[in-house]
């Protein structure tokens, strides 16, 4: 079955980049997406790329793909105070998101 | 636009009673999913409805059932509650049913 694993703890500096890694299993996810989730809040997507891609750029926000080992990353560009939150990682199956347990980013001031 | 939007934003309850969560879908989006949230995991998926059918079904028992409305609005049912069931609760829309999917604000259930 499908099986999301991410890190559950990064520390950065206001200023700094923030790369957060995310493996995942299931070699036939159309779209793999990466949502955000403040505390007491619902999921925001952030951004999602196609599996035929290898990368995709969306201003501060950097998505890479390695299909070959099933390896996803979000790298956040200039962190701020104000992305201090729970990623969330999603890989999607027939009908439904498959999601990793969050990645807790914590931005230092 | 509006986006997805669900009530109540919390509750509680107490073990063996029922309880109905409420969301509406985002304008012109169709298919409703449901996700359970429990503290310190990422969501699981409960089910999705599509055009007012079932449309998937993750791993949850038959109390846990759902409706959907002519309107998209859908309804997330609970019956004999125990107190595993608390968590927060998502409802995702989206305009076909493998489309990106849009979450709502949750609904916070705690079981006494």
């Known amino acids: 079955g499908e099986d999301v694993e991410q890190s559950l703890f990064l520390s950065v500096r206001e200023g700094d980049s923030s790369v957060i890694n995310c493996t995942y299993t299931d070699s036939s996810s159309t779209y793999l997406y990466w949502y955000k989730q403040e505390p007491g809040a619902g999921l925001q997507l952030l951004t999602y790329?196609?599996?035929?891609?290898d990368m995709k750029q969306d201003q501060r926000l950097t998505v890479l793909l390695n299909k070959k080992d099933k390896h996803l990353s979000l790298r956040i560009a200039d962190t701020q105070t104000g992305d201090s939150a729970i990623y969330f990682c999603?890989?999607?199956?027939?009908?439904?998101?498959?999601f990793g347990t969050g990645t807790r980013l914590t931005v230092i001031p | 636009e509006t986006g997805v939007t669900q009530s109540p934003t919390h509750l509680i309850k107490t073990r063996g009673q029922q309880v109905t969560l409420r969301c509406s879908s985002q304008s012109g989006h169709n298919t409703v999913s449901w996700y359970q949230q429990a503290l310190g995991q990422g969501p699981q998926f409960i089910f999705q409805?599509?055009?007012?059918?079932?449309?998937g079904r993750g791993n949850f028992p038959p109390r846990f059932s759902g409706l959907q409305f002519p309107n998209y609005s859908s309804e997330l049912n609970v019956n004999a509650l125990e107190l595993d069931d608390s968590a927060l609760y998502l409802c995702?829309?989206?305009?076909?049913?493998?489309?990106?999917?849009?979450f709502g604000p949750g609904t916070r259930l705690t079981v006494l």
């Open positions: 790329i196609f599996s035929n891609m």
């Open positions: 999603a890989e999607t199956g027939a009908n439904n998101l498959f």
């Open positions: 995702a829309s989206s305009y076909q049913r493998s489309d990106t999917q849009y």
């Open positions: 409805y599509y055009r007012e059918e079932e449309n």
